[in-house]
C-alpha cells in the first residue's frame, strides 16, 4: 500500500490483486485538492464520490462532473484517460482502477448483460453515470473506516471491494432489463415522482395506494416500475433511506438519538435502533463511537 500524505490530504494506493488497484483519496483539509495519476488505456476506471462534489478534468476546455453519491464507469480501449481529479474540500473519494482482461475474468458468464462487455460494444469506449445506493454508500464508507494497521487491513479491504462490484453490477444489470412500461417517458416521470414523494414523507410515508393516486399509476404499475428503476420495492427503498439519512445525522452530532428516530418516522427509539442494528450489524451509539 503506497501513501502520500500532505497535512489533511491523504491519498491510499491498495493493490487488491495483479491488474486491480485502489486509490482512496481523503480530502481532510478546506481546500480542493487536485490529484493526478497516469493510467493506460487497457484498463477499466469506476470513480466513486462518497460525500463531497468533483471534477475529472480531460484537456483545457472539457471537465466530467462526479457529483455527491455518485459514480462513472470510463472505459476507453483507443485512448489512455490519465486521473486528473478535483476533489472539493472534506471530499471522500475511491477509484477502482481494473485492467480489462481481469474484468472479463470475474464477469465472463454474465456478459451478455454488463453493456460494455457483450459482443455489441467490445472494444468499444463506454461511459456510465450512477446515483450510488444507500447499500452501496455503505461498503464504500466502510472502507475509509476501517484503520486497522495489522495484517487483516488488506484482507477486509478486499472484501469490501469485491462487495461494492457486486452490488455495482447487479444494481446496473437489473437497470439493463427490458421493461415495455418503462419506454414511455412519462412513466419514468411518474416512478421518480413517486420517490420524491416518499423521500419528503418519510417521517409518516404514505401507503402505496396513495403514492399510486398522487402520481397517476396503479399501484401494479408502481411497484412494478420503481423495482425495475431503483432496484428494490418502494418499502426497501423508503428503510434504506431512512436509515441511511439517519446515519448521516448521527455523525453530525445535532441531534440525539431519540430526535433522530422522530426525524425517520419511528414511534419509539427501541424500533428504530432495533432497525440500525439489523441493517449495520452496531446500535447508533456504537457506531458513532466507533467512527470517533
Do not use: W
Not at 82 to 103: A, E, T
Not at 198 to 211: A, C, G, K, T
Not at 249 to 273: D, M, P, R
Amino acid at each position: 500500500m503506497n501513501i502520500k500524505n500532505n497535512e489533511q490530504r491523504v491519498v491510499k494506493e491498495h493493490l487488491v490483486q495483479d491488474g486491480f488497484s485502489l486509490l482512496e483519496i481523503d480530502n481532510s483539509s478546506n481546500e480542493v485538492l487536485r490529484y493526478i495519476k497516469e493510467v493506460s488505456s487497457d484498463v477499466i476506471q469506476i470513480h466513486f464520490s462518497i460525500n463531497s462534489d468533483a471534477q475529472l478534468h480531460y484537456g483545457p476546455h472539457y471537465s466530467l462532473d462526479v457529483k455527491s453519491q455518485n459514480s462513472v464507469l470510463l472505459y476507453n480501449p483507443n485512448q489512455a484517460l490519465s486521473i486528473n481529479l478535483s476533489l472539493n474540500p472534506n471530499g471522500k473519494y475511491l477509484v477502482f482502477i481494473v485492467s480489462i482482461k481481469m474484468f472479463h475474468s470475474f464477469f465472463s458468464q454474465v456478459a451478455d448483460i454488463i453493456p460494455f462487455l457483450n459482443e455489441e460494444n467490445k472494444n468499444k469506449k463506454y461511459y456510465l453515470d450512477k446515483e450510488l445506493s444507500p447499500n452501496e454508500i455503505l461498503v464504500l464508507n466502510q472502507i475509509f473506516d476501517d484503520q486497522k494497521s495489522n495484517g487483516m487491513h488488506q484482507l477486509y479491504i478486499k472484501a469490501k471491494v469485491y462487495e461494492v462490484l457486486s452490488l455495482y453490477f447487479s444494481k446496473a444489470s437489473s437497470d439493463q432489463q427490458s421493461c415495455p412500461f418503462l419506454e414511455n417517458e412519462a412513466n419514468v416521470e411518474k416512478i421518480k415522482k413517486a420517490k420524491q414523494v416518499v423521500i419528503n414523507n418519510m417521517d409518516e410515508p404514505p401507503s402505496l395506494q396513495e403514492i399510486a393516486d398522487e402520481v397517476g399509476l396503479s399501484i401494479s404499475k408502481l411497484k412494478e416500475g420503481f423495482k425495475h428503476i431503483y432496484g428494490e420495492s418502494v418499502f426497501n427503498f423508503l428503510l434504506d433511506y431512512k436509515l441511511e439519512y439517519a446515519r448521516k445525522q448521527l455523525l453530525t452530532k445535532k441531534y440525539n438519538v431519540s430526535e433522530i428516530s422522530l426525524q425517520v418516522g419511528y414511534s419509539t427509539a427501541s424500533h428504530f435502533i432495533a432497525a440500525f442494528r439489523k441493517k449495520y450489524g452496531t446500535t447508533p451509539k456504537q457506531y458513532v463511537m466507533s467512527v470517533n
